[in-house]
């Protein structure tokens, strides 16, 4: 379908390509990026994506507060980011353009909808002149497409089809450009549109009609001399694909965790940006027993998943970061109740309200420190959108384990955004075996709800279980026994075993990546992996020699990760914090790490963390 | 096999656990009469849980055979929810005080009598805080001098009854914790209600706020001022039911008069099953405060929609189930 008769365009191959689709909130931006994006990924290649949204959900039409944006990074060789600098912005209107301009290389495409620079929409994104006109775009490739008279001529036929549902369909034309662009079949963005509007025919053809528009503009259009193809990932290792974000991934642990561990899975949440997504998440899989309760504060919602816990269930509730603060106290009580629980903090940009919809790692001291009292828990962190599964399981193992909250954190960026992801065997998966108490140990003998096993962990029974009635609570247990003790040297005992326990839960060493003689080590924690193995990756094309790691526990740390940052000239630790994790590794181990710190409100990129290897390595 | 049919004693549901409240404390009569209503439940004690608070009452579930749990400040209806929505094959009951329930927890109480959820509530009403050692609590009375308020309480108190009825409880009694039938029978029609109960239980600190409620209890008064509502009776009370209960007034507002004075037509009959919640939210209305007549007895038994009812218990997905959902959607396979 690349040829139009008789006038062949120019084909182009690419390894790899960035595009950005920009317009107002309610633009469907996402939605024609998630569309491209399940075109891409059953196309086969590699990609990464990042959502980009406002906070308000429909920000006055036109101005820059309402720009909503989707960026698509696919290859034919395996990719670590989302991308940097987009080769391509789909800019819907003026405010697209200049809220989105500033991420272009020089040369980059811009395709735009010339319809919507109008004097009025110009003067709206706060332009003095406009840019169509002026030499302010001199630098770029700019494809003026009108695709509001466009997409209005391509369904004005149709029947029931006002002008409203012409409007509406103006995103989906802009994918059906970027389609042809990209040789995109249209087979299966048309499948989903007729799925998704089955009960409404009507809008479904204008849809259909719009994208097919599309597509056929850049096919006859001589304004786009040029298609690109970007052969399917050949490196890529066998086994059945599907594109995830970060937030599928974690629900899918969770409910793995569930199966593997035989315990029912409760989830109490409260709605917030950007967690509210697992708990609709979730929610949807009511019939397979999965149990969702939106709570009436955040407090309640660990209450919930507490009260759950305690009647033997997987007990979690998700959060983000003012909801953390709220859910601190309970977390305080399941330390002492040692019950399994696991807190999901989806991490965004704070203090106090912050930035709801940008991205951020700044709750690790909190998730690390922030109780009262000497109450260590267990911290483990996800790295990419498809290692969220690993990490939601992960928590659940130490949780169930070792009957223990668990903090798992992730963020915004990783909740949002997606990438392939190869489905693990379930007959491959690890069991979690709960080890519940059934049965006394003997006749008379009285249940011991704080006796332990070799791992620290103590006895747990179930309501229900006959024989073995108990009660805890918050107040300090004694040993064994588990009743009200005020006694010191119990206390001591306790603060000392709560914290053995913590201390030694088994967790994987770190692995060290790259350049065996490298003299710089680059650190990492969470969603930043992409972007530091990236930035790695080009600053070793350019010739430094470097080695990259990666923590998903950090709470206990790997025990060989003191040695590992002790054999490094230079340790450097980008975060999206003020250099949280250097702190607690620069005061455990000694070492002098060096912190890259930015809070930006955006995912580190590659370019600047190998420009900061490059100032450490030449 | 044969089924042994097991019946309980008091005993088993006594914990060795050395009761520590105050001598005196009106938590040992309701801690008795708990422990002494249990058998007739029928329900093993393994199958039974008592949720609590922070404050004295909190200390009631450690003082009971049974599984338990002592929570956090006002928290005790949310842990009993998060229970209740794990496990619906447990009996559960939730131990509150007024600042536990009222205050810090005031949140969770109306939700968890909102959402209906099979759960009694056994609110222990002293009127102060007595686990921090006498301040106002949102029970106290205008202008009762505590340690925090020494020049008098200006803030108006809550009517928990009035509260929960606000909040769409289904059930809804208050009792005495000096009466041990009427809080025997209360605890009996509370644990027959599908769904969320609620039982004030007006509980004297000896302390702290020592004969609170004398005017309902104290032998001399407790005939004048004790309104008992019994279901299907009309609302009468005093010596010689000399005095009624009459709707008065436009509004449906209540009104309590002597014999003499009163229209018979316009004595009220009590009937708890009322779905409206109207008459009984005016007889909670009769008193603000146990100072002069004052209705016990349950208010409200209705049913309505219990929680969870409507969907199975939380389950395990099979390991098939699981496989499905990790290839939902859209897949391709790479050979």
Redesign the interface.
């Known amino acids: 379908m690349s040829m139009v008769e008789g006038r062949p365009k120019r084909q182009e191959v690419r390894e790899r390509v960035v595009v950005r689709f920009a317009g107002d909130s309610g633009d469907g931006m996402q939605l024609a990026g998630d569309r491209f994006t399940a075109a891409t990924a059953a196309f086969g290649n590699d990609l990464a994506t990042l959502p980009d949204f406002p906070a308000e959900i429909r920000a006055p039409a036109g101005t820059i507060g309402g720009v909503s944006a989707f960026q698509i990074h696919f290859a034919s060789r395996d990719i670590l980011t989302p991308g940097d600098r987009p080769n391509v912005l789909v800019a819907m209107n003026p405010a697209a353009l200049r809220a989105n301009l500033g991420l272009l290389d020089r040369g980059a495409t811009i395709i735009l909808n010339e319809d919507a620079f109008t004097v009025r929409a110009i003067q709206k994104a706060g332009y003095t002149s406009n840019p169509l006109e002026d030499d302010s775009l001199d630098a770029f490739a700019v494809k003026r497409v009108p695709m509001t008279s466009l997409t209005q001529a391509a369904v004005e036929a149709l029947e029931d089809v006002t002008t409203r549902d012409a409007q509406k369909s103006r995103n989906v034309f802009a994918l059906g450009l970027i389609s042809w662009l990209y040789d995109r079949p249209l087979d299966h963005t048309e499948a989903w549109i007729e799925e998704k509007f089955a009960k409404k025919p009507h809008v479904a053809a204008a849809n259909v009609a719009a994208l097919r528009a599309g597509w056929s503009f850049g096919e006859t259009s001589e304004l786009i001399d040029v298609q690109v193809s970007v052969p399917a990932a050949t490196d890529v290792p066998p086994g059945t694909y599907r594109n995830v974000n970060g937030t599928q991934t974690t629900a899918l642990g969770l409910i793995a965790a569930s199966t593997a561990s035989g315990l029912p899975l409760v989830l109490g949440a409260y709605p917030i940006t950007p967690a509210s997504e697992l708990l609709h998440e979730l929610s949807r899989h009511a019939k397979l027993g999965v149990r969702t309760v939106q709570a009436e504060d955040e407090i309640a919602a660990a209450s919930i998943a507490l009260g759950a816990a305690f009647g033997g269930s997987l007990g979690v509730t998700s959060t983000s970061g003012p909801g953390m603060d709220l859910k601190t106290e309970t977390i305080g009580l399941a330390v002492m109740l040692e019950l399994p629980m696991i807190i999901i903090d989806v991490q965004r940009a704070g203090p106090s309200t912050g930035l709801p919809t940008k991205t951020e790692q700044s709750d690790l001291l909190q998730a690390l420190h922030g109780r009262h009292g000497e109450s260590p828990i267990p911290v483990v962190a996800a790295s990419t959108p498809g290692q969220c599964f690993d990490a939601a399981l992960e928590a659940a193992r130490i949780a169930i384990r070792y009957r223990t909250p668990v903090i798992l954190l992730t963020d915004l960026f990783l909740a949002n955004s997606s990438e392939p992801w190869k489905i693990p065997d379930v007959g491959e998966l690890p069991g979690i075996d709960p080890h519940l108490r059934t049965k006394p140990s003997g006749p008379d003998e009285p249940f011991l709800p704080y006796s332990r096993d070799d791992d620290l962990a103590r006895a747990w029974a179930i309501p229900g279980t006959p024989g073995l009635q108990h009660r805890i609570g918050g107040l300090e247990k004694a040993d064994l026994t588990g009743a009200i003790s005020y006694e010191g040297p119990n206390h001591q005992r306790m603060t000392d075993l709560r914290a053995a326990k913590v201390a030694g839960i088994e967790v994987p060493d770190v692995e060290v990546h790259g350049d065996e003689d490298a003299t710089l080590l680059v650190l990492g924690w969470g969603s930043s992996r992409g972007a530091i193995r990236a930035g790695a990756r080009r600053a070793r094309e350019s010739g430094a020699k470097v080695a990259t790691a990666h923590l998903h526990n950090l709470n206990p740390l790997p025990e060989n990760l003191g040695d590992v940052l002790r054999s490094y000239d230079r340790v450097l630790l980008p975060e999206m914090n003020c250099g949280q994790l250097a702190m607690v590794l620069r005061a455990k181990y000694l070492v002098d790490i060096e912190s890259y710190s930015r809070v930006e409100g955006r995912p580190l990129f590659a370019p600047e963390i190998e420009q900061a290897i490059l100032e450490r390595t030449s | 096999m044969s089924t042994v049919e097991t019946t309980y004693t008091k005993a088993d549901f006594q ?1 060795d ?1 050395e009761t520590r409240w105050c001598p005196g404390c009106g938590d040992y009569a309701i801690l008795a009469a708990v422990q002494g209503f249990m058998p007739e439940l029928g329900i ?9 608070g ?1 404050g004295c009452a909190g200390r009631f ?2 003082y ?9 400040h006002g ?1 005790g209806p ?10 619906e ?2 009996s559960i009951w939730v131990v509150t005080g007024d600042g536990d329930a009222l205050s810090i927890g005031g ?2 109480l109306i ?1 968890a009598l909102r959402r209906n959820v099979p759960v009694n509530i056994l609110l222990f009403n002293n009127q102060i805080y007595g686990l921090t050692k006498g301040q106002a609590s949102p029970t106290s009375e205008r202008g009762k001098v505590t340690k925090s308020t020494p020049f008098g309480s200006s803030d108006a108190p809550f009517n928990p009854v009035s509260l929960a009825l606000g909040a769409d409880a289904s059930f809804v009694a208050r009792t005495l914790d000096k009466d041990k039938k009427h809080l025997a029978a209360t605890l009996r029609a509370a644990a027959a209600h599908p769904g969320a109960s609620l039982v004030e239980i007006y509980q004297n600190c000896p302390v702290f706020n020592d004969g609170a409620f004398a005017e309902l209890t104290d032998k001399d008064h407790a005939a004048l001022n004790q309104i008992r509502l019994v279901a299907g009776e009309p609302v009468v009370f005093g010596p010689e039911d000399r005095r009624r209960a009459v709707v008065h007034g436009a509004d449906g507002d209540l009104a309590i008069v002597d014999l003499a004075a009163a229209d018979e037509a316009s004595i009220v009959v009590h009937d708890p099953t009322r779905e409206n919640p109207a008459l009984a939210f005016a007889l909670s209305r009769l008193a603000s405060h146990p100072d002069g007549p004052t209705p016990i007895g349950v208010f409200r038994d209705v049913e309505r929609h219990v929680y969870a009812s409507d ?9 098939e ?3 499905g ?11």
Not at chain 2, 64 to 72: L, V
């Open positions: 914990s656990a093993p004690p393994e199958q039974i849980v008592f949720v609590s922070i579930s450690y009971m055979d049974t599984y338990g749990m002592h929570g956090i928290r949310a842990l009993a929810t998060g229970l209740a929505t794990a496990r094959d447990l949140n969770h939700h969907t199975p218990p939380p389950a395990v997905p099979s390991a189930q699981l496989d959902l990790l290839h939902a959607g859209d897949t391709w396979t790479v050979a």
